[in-house]
């Protein structure tokens, strides 16, 4: 049986295997097992993934998948069963029991690997040409070196840090503020990051933009990114791929236990 590691409570179960949308929760084996099993929290990393797995649905090429939660909080990433698909202790992950050579089942950890495979396996949302494929993958690589991890040290800095160091959060505020600006320069002449169409470039950088409450990004002085952002909000995948997050983590948004500060900010796995 599956348990919130968090809260102790079992999550309800109430996604049949061929509901509208791509996915459904962890629980007894199925007749016909779902194709990708996806090692999931809801983090802004993990919505990349639920982000392209419910586009994949709308685009008619559907990779019916089962969330595997990993709570990150309850130090579920150490446990050998995970560290055997993601050795480096972080999630997302997936396992593709149905790969494109039709062999054994494949896995694939890191966010944007993860993208880029499910992008070349159905042939979507990464252009088929060599120029626009080259514009993807520096758009995509520019928000796993950059965006992402300068975000994430901003919210560190500012929102879970013991004590308030200015000087760190003066320093990734002041980056993230200027990667923000290289995205309104970029999206002023295009729709999207990689052109004219919608990418997983976009979906990488998407969940990165407005992640905590009280460290928006100023939208006034970046009307491009403020389009761009409001147009992919208010998409129907983006929609169902965000709506997982209380299911999957209905104590999200609360203050973290110490419990949870050490899964999270430690220096390894608990107790070394």
Known sequence: MLRCGRCGRVPTRHWPAK???????DGPPAKNA???????????????VTLLLEELVDAGVPQEYTVKPVNIGAGDQFKPEFLAVSP????????????????????VFESGAILLYLADKTGQFIAPDMRGRAA???????????LGPMTGQMGHFNV????????????YGNEVRRLHGVLDKRLADNA???G???????????????VYPNLAPDFAAFPNLKRWYDTIAARPATQRAYALKQQVNPDAGKPL?????RHLFGTGEPGK
């Open 88 to 107: 480096n202790n972080k999630m997302p992950a997936i396992v593709d029991h149905d790969p494109a050579d039709g062999g054994a089942p494949l896995s």
């Open 160 to 171: 879970y840090a013991p004590e308030k160091i200015p000087y760190a959060m003066d320093r």
């Open 136 to 146: 993807t993958l520096e758009w995509l690589f520019w928000q796993m070196g950059g």
């Open 34 to 48: 779902a194709m990708i099993d996806l090692y999931y929290w809801p983090t802004p990393n993990g919505h990349k």
């Open 196 to 210: 004219d169409d919608y990418s997983i470039a976009d979906m990488a950088s998407y969940p990165w933009i407005d």
């Open 257 to 261: 236990s110490d419990e949870e500060r």
């Open 192 to 194: 999207f990051l990689a």
């Open 19 to 25: 509901h509208a949308h791509g996915g459904k929760l």
